[in-house]
């Protein structure tokens, strides 16, 4: 009876849920790389960070082609991957991969969270496009302040030249310049 009872205990249980963890911040904009003008994630980067193999990530973004236009996701090409190692120690001395990596877009990233249907993939890719749109955030709070600044050296180049106006006069009012005057008294041949 105590053993039923035990078992029954357990089947009444809620299974033990799994929380997937989601990498911090830094981490994620470690694996962001401007390729061809955009911000990229690697595939083997999101495939460490989704906690699949490279292969798999791969095979599930094929099976699913359709989900992926150009502008979600592109291969790189041989020099774009050699660029990017020589920046990124990524594999060890004398190893290589047979395919060119994939480079995932913001919404690449989104989609390719759909096609692995992971708790894993669905957190980390909600804290990637976090880290997306924090950066956006930031770009967007620094160009406002390049455009102020470059309005106050507008403005200050132009009082630079109206200054040195206001002090060219001050100059000849303080020191007039010497005008030729005719001598004072009797000329002899003037007369």
């Known amino acids: 009876m105590l053993e039923t009872l035990s078992v029954d ?35 083997r980067d999101l495939a460490e960070l989704y906690g699949v193999e490279v292969k798999r990530l791969k095979q599930a973004v094929r099976r699913n082609i359709d989900r992926f236009p150009e502008d979600f996701i592109f291969e790189l090409t041989m020099e774009e991957d050699r660029a990017l190692r020589s920046q990124f120690v990524t594999l060890k001395q004398g190893a290589h991969t047979k395919y060119l990596p994939f480079a995932f877009t913001e919404h690449g990233i989104l989609m390719l969270a759909n096609v692995l249907r992971s708790e894993q993939a669905i957190a980390v890719s ?42 060219d006069h001050l100059t000849e009012l303080v020191a007039p310049a010497e005008q ?7 000329k002899p041949n003037e007369a």
């Open 9 to 43: 205990a357990l089947l009444m249980e809620p299974p033990a849920s799994y929380t997937a963890v989601s990498p911090p911040d830094a981490l994620v904009t470690s694996r962001i790389h401007p390729v061809r003008g955009q911000k990229v994630i690697l595939d």
């Open 180 to 186: 030729m005057r005719k001598p004072i008294g009797f």
């Open 126 to 167: 909600i804290q990637i496009i976090r880290v997306f749109n924090r950066m956006r955030e930031v770009l967007l709070s620094h160009r406002e302040i390049l455009q102020r600044q470059e309005q106050l050296e507008g403005r200050v180049t132009g009082h630079d030249d109206e200054i040195q106006a206001i002090f």
